[in-house]
C-alpha cells in the first residue's frame, strides 16, 4: 500500500523560504515520478512541480518557476520542495503526489496517482 507523507509547512512571512519533504513508502520509490501539487481555499488543486523517477527531468507551474526547486532522494525514498522568495498568494495545502504508472512523468493536467494528506504552507504579508 502507497503511503505518502508530507512535512516542512508551516507559517513564514513574505520573501522567506521553507523546505518541504514528502516520505514515500509501499512501492520502489526510484521507479516513479514524483509531483507538488497545491490547493488554496476555494480554489481548485493545481499543479506545482514535477520530477522524474531519475531526477534528471523536472518542470514547474509558471507561478513557481525561478523560486520553488523540486529535488529528490532515492535513498530516502524522500522529495523535496524548496520554496524561495514566498508570496502571500502561495499560501494553500501541499500536496505530494506518485503516478500509478512506472517510469512515467504524468502531464501538469493528470490528477491520477497516489496522495498524500497534506501540509499547510502560510505566507503572511
Known amino acids: 500500500q502507497v503511503q505518502l507523507v508530507e512535512s516542512g509547512g508551516g507559517l513564514v512571512q513574505a520573501g522567506g523560504s521553507l523546505r518541504l519533504s514528502c516520505a514515500a513508502s509501499?512501492?520502489?520509490?526510484?521507479?516513479?515520478?514524483m509531483r507538488w501539487f497545491r490547493q488554496a481555499p476555494g480554489k481548485e488543486r493545481e499543479f506545482v512541480a514535477a520530477?522524474?523517477?531519475?531526477?534528471?527531468?523536472?518542470y514547474y507551474a509558471d507561478s513557481v518557476k525561478g523560486r520553488f526547486t523540486i529535488s529528490r532522494d532515492n535513498a530516502k525514498n524522500t522529495v523535496y520542495l524548496q520554496m524561495n522568495s514566498l508570496k502571500p498568494e502561495d499560501t494553500a495545502v501541499y500536496y505530494c503526489?506518485?503516478?500509478?504508472?512506472?517510469?512515467?512523468?504524468?502531464?501538469?493536467?493528470?490528477?491520477?496517482?497516489?496522495w498524500g494528506q497534506g501540509t499547510q504552507v502560510t505566507v503572511s504579508s
Open positions: 520530477i522524474s523517477w531519475d531526477g534528471v527531468t523536472t
Open positions: 503526489n506518485q503516478p500509478t504508472r512506472l517510469h512515467y512523468l504524468p502531464l501538469r493536467t493528470e490528477v491520477a496517482g497516489f
Open positions: 509501499g512501492r520502489t520509490f526510484s521507479s516513479y515520478a
